[in-house]
């Protein structure tokens, strides 16, 4: 039998490299255009926020929360869960995400945002927006691209970065931001696993 030091943590992961791309990129295929949608939504959200128009940041965090209960439903609770026990778990934070952004847009909107941490956000969303880019640029295939919207780690990135460069609370920008930083905790965790 062999030891139990001589394991590691990717040991424990339930699914292989190739089966985890594999669904991401089945998931892409069944969704076509959904990720140009994505991208054009991803691409939208610094343009809605550029106005001081509270209207146009309601619009931002509904189509945050609509991203999110994508994300939550199409890739975590429908396609994930074939090859990770946690997903439907994932599904559920997810689900609670999109109910947090749907109830901060209708919210009565107070608070400020400092140049550092709109600076910040600004860069989250070009990060977002840029991150398909990364399939090609770690050697796999466009199919395995990951996009805003339709995929966690995008969605996260965005989520985080518009929610730093909106105005509000402090407070409420911690509480928005949980649940995507978990997610991206989980992602990079699942990469590195992966890696």
């Not at 089945?26 to 939504?41: D, K």
């Not at 990060?127 to 398909?132: C, E, K, S």
């Not at 199919?143 to 407070?171: K, N, Q, S, Y």
């Not at 930083?181 to 992966?194: K, N």
Request: charged share 10%; with cysteine; hydrophobic share 60%.
């Amino acid at each position: 039998m062999t030891e139990w030091w001589t394991y590691g943590l990717s040991d424990f992961l339930m699914f292989s490299p190739q089966a985890y791309w594999r669904l991401v990129a089945r998931h892409n295929e069944a969704g076509w255009p959904v990720q140009v949608l994505g991208q054009a939504a991803v691409l939208a959200l610094p343009l809605l926020m550029a106005r001081d128009a509270a209207a146009m940041r309601r619009v931002a965090l509904l189509l945050l929360a609509l991203a999110w209960a994508a994300v939550g439903w199409f890739f975590h609770a429908k396609l994930y869960a074939e090859i990770f026990l946690g997903a439907p778990w994932v599904a559920a934070a997810c689900g609670v995400q999109a109910l947090l952004l749907l109830l901060a847009a209708l919210a009565p909107w107070h608070g400020t945002t400092s140049a550092a941490v709109r600076a910040f956000g600004l860069a989250l969303l070009a990060v977002a927006a840029l991150y398909p880019l990364l399939a090609p640029m770690t050697g796999h295939a466009t199919r395995e691209a990951e996009v805003f919207g339709w995929m966690p780690d995008p969605t996260a990135l965005a989520t985080i970065g518009a929610l730093c460069v909106m105005p509000m609370h402090a407070g409420t920008r911690t509480v928005l931001c949980t649940l995507p930083a978990l997610s991206l905790a989980l992602g990079m965790a699942t990469r590195w696993l992966l890696a």
